[in-house]
């Protein structure tokens, strides 16, 4: 049983009231929840709601604030714990919060930035262009002129997450500690990474970090844009970026979208996710079509830098393999590759697991000739390992996520885009750049330091060593299978290697002594060569038929 704490009884009551409605009340029963919330007013039915359908359960996680939005967006990239309609009734999720009243805006403003509002901005818009559950967003006018966009976190928000994450936390590791579906699925380790995403929403420093990266990373492709960071008007509640025009590219006009080079936009979409998954190894995991605009520049600018994925070389290689083996319809490599990956559980079905990937990827390219859904593919394999107790890394499930949003942008860009050939275009150039960035300066001093150690550190174990064998303390330990019939066998082939030396001694001797030209120089020469052709016969046959054949040892 979880320990109660009255701050936090609204959440709790919140909690058992989901489980309940949506068939786990058997999670809820484990907790104690039920009784311990009755004197809350909080009634529940121990059958599945007839409104608990996929809408409902994302209408009701939006209801319940910015946390279980966000917890909504983390569960829609688990197939291995919700069912397709859930994952995309979640996939949906929209912050429907009301606006903050400016004077609260305001006041965050001066007390982050120092400054009044009038003094640091030409023009300030108290009408927000969006309002989420985090923050909200305004227009401005720096006072030279530059038109920015300001991102203001609602006051009292961090307080409220902070008492949601603690009751989550709670609840969640005493599910994973007391139950076999909190166990198997690692609800807790569910919990942490929302824990870690959030408060990393939270402090939009972090977030302008992201920005100034990939504004880096990315400013070789001509048809992306990252809009620039305002450095001195960002605080741990305030961002203000550079203002880009544009409209979200499932809401361009199609009289538009007809005029422009769609394939090359698409092209470049989807050669700037490959280059930041598998070159540089950071990624904007949240690329929904909201957050990827048509300027009027006929250009795709990228917005909102909140949630970003970084992953180690290791991964990064591994990822590209997978989507090789994918793309060329190997289903049994890429098993392989997510068992790798992966974490194996006690209940992880090796064999069961690589049979369902192959015949997953063989349905997915039987269907789709031409179209790579890689995005889907690998959101089905993370399910299939969930059901086979493989626990698939996070990078994966961001990743798998990010492009299943990317083909619906790419989708409506091109549809005839061909995400299977670009991926087989692009793999030697990514390998090329993937080992370029290994070898760079930085790798070069750090093996010249290790080769450096090993020099210094050589003479004392040298030294080590010498003294040992002056002392006969060096000792070799062989871990053999019979060592007596080991030892055996190596005296039985020393004895063998020294009576072929001495036979082929006796023929060159023999050989010899017959050149001499005297009568018993050649009688004596003929004795010793039959006598060493004898004898090699009788050699050879005990190497080929004389030898007992090896017995299993007593175990």
């Known amino acids: 049983m979880i320990s109660l704490k009255p701050k936090l009884i609204v959440r709790y009551a919140d909690l058992a009231g989901?489980?309940?409605?949506?068939?786990?009340?058997?999670?809820?029963?484990?907790?104690?929840?039920?009784?311990?919330?009755?004197?809350?007013?909080?009634?529940?039915?121990?059958?599945?709601?007839?409104?608990?359908t996929p809408e409902e359960f994302a209408k009701d996680l939006e209801s319940r604030g910015p946390t279980f939005i966000k917890l909504g967006q983390l569960l829609s990239t688990r197939p291995d714990l919700l069912p397709q309609p859930y994952l995309e009734a979640l996939g949906r999720l929209q912050d429907n919060v009301k606006t903050v009243p400016f004077d609260d805006i305001r006041q965050t403003i001066t007390e982050d930035l120092g400054v009044r509002l009038s003094r640091g901005f030409g023009s300030?818009?108290?009408?927000?262009?969006?309002?989420?559950?985090?923050?909200?967003?305004?227009?401005?006018?720096?006072?030279?002129?530059?038109e920015v966009v300001v991102k203001v976190q609602r006051p009292g928000v961090r307080q409220q997450i902070t008492e949601d994450l603690e009751a989550l936390t709670e609840l969640a590791e005493f599910l994973q500690a007391n139950t076999a579906f909190g166990k198997s699925m690692?609800?807790?380790?569910?919990?942490?990474?929302?824990?870690?995403?959030?408060?990393?929403?939270?402090?939009?420093?972090?977030?302008?970090?992201?920005?100034?990266?990939?504004?880096?990373?990315?400013?070789?492709?001509?048809?992306?844009?990252?809009?620039?960071?305002?450095?001195?008007?960002?605080?741990?509640?305030?961002?203000?970026?550079?203002?880009?025009?544009?409209?979200?590219?499932?809401?361009?006009n199609p009289g538009v979208l007809i005029e422009l080079d769609r394939d090359a936009l698409a092209q470049e979409i989807f050669r700037v996710y490959l280059h930041q998954v598998l070159v540089d190894g950071v990624f904007h995991a949240d690329p929904h079509p909201g957050n990827l605009l048509l300027t009027k520049e006929r250009q795709i600018a990228l917005m909102d830098f909140g949630m970003v994925t970084r992953m180690a070389p290791r991964m990064q290689q591994r990822l590209l393999k997978m989507l090789m083996a994918i793309s060329d319809g190997l289903g049994e490599e890429a098993a392989h590759i997510a068992i790798q990956m992966g974490r194996r559980t006690e209940e992880f079905k090796e064999s069961e697991f690589i049979a369902a990937i192959a015949t997953l990827v063989a349905k997915h390219n039987d269907k789709v000739v031409q179209r790579l859904e890689a995005g889907r593919i690998?959101?089905?394999?993370?399910?299939?390992?969930?059901?086979?107790?493989?626990?698939?890394p996070q990078e994966m499930t961001m990743l798998g996520k990010t492009l299943l949003n990317l083909d619906q942008v790419i989708a409506t860009l091109s549809p005839d885009f061909n995400p299977n050939e670009a991926l087989r275009n692009s793999a030697a150039e990514l390998l090329q750049r993937q080992t370029s960035k290994r070898v760079s300066l930085t790798s070069a001093y750090q093996s010249l330091i290790e080769a450096t150690e090993f020099a210094q550190n050589l003479p004392s174990r040298a030294?080590?060593?010498?003294?040992?064998?002056?002392?006969?303390?060096?000792?070799?330990?062989?871990?053999?299978?019979?060592?007596?019939?080991?030892?055996?066998?190596?005296?039985?082939?020393?004895?063998?290697?020294?009576?072929?030396?001495?036979?082929?001694?006796?023929?060159?001797?023999?050989?010899?002594?017959?050149?001499?030209?005297s009568t018993w120089t050649f009688v004596m020469a003929t004795v010793f060569f039959l006598f060493a052709a004898i004898s090699g016969v009788i050699l050879v046959w005990q190497a080929m038929f004389g030898d007992e054949p090896a017995k299993p040892r007593d175990r």
Do not use: W
Not at 384 to 391: D, H, M, P, T
């Open 186 to 252: 690692g609800v807790a380790d569910i919990i942490g990474t929302l824990h870690d995403t959030i408060y990393a929403e939270l402090d939009y420093r972090l977030e302008a970090d992201n920005a100034r990266l990939l504004r880096r990373n990315l400013h070789e492709f001509e048809l992306f844009r990252v809009p620039a960071v305002i450095d001195d008007y960002v605080s741990s509640r305030v961002i203000t970026m550079e203002y880009i025009a544009g409209k979200k590219i499932t809401d361009v």
């Open 124 to 146: 300030f818009d108290e009408q927000p262009l969006a309002a989420a559950s985090l923050g909200q967003v305004h227009r401005a006018t720096m006072r030279d002129g530059r």
């Open 18 to 52: 989901l489980l309940f409605k949506y068939g786990r009340g058997d999670l809820a029963q484990a907790a104690k929840l039920p009784q311990s919330l009755q004197d809350q007013g909080a009634t529940f039915t121990t059958d599945e709601s007839e409104d608990a």
């Open 463 to 517: 030294n080590r060593l010498a003294e040992s064998l002056a002392n006969n303390e060096f000792k070799i330990h062989v871990d053999a299978i019979d060592e007596k019939r080991l030892m055996a066998g190596m005296q039985k082939i020393a004895n063998r290697i020294t009576t072929g030396l001495v036979l082929a001694a006796l023929i060159v001797g023999a050989s010899l002594l017959m050149q001499s030209g």
């Open 378 to 392: 690998m959101m089905d394999i993370q399910c299939a390992a969930g059901k086979f107790g493989l626990r698939a």
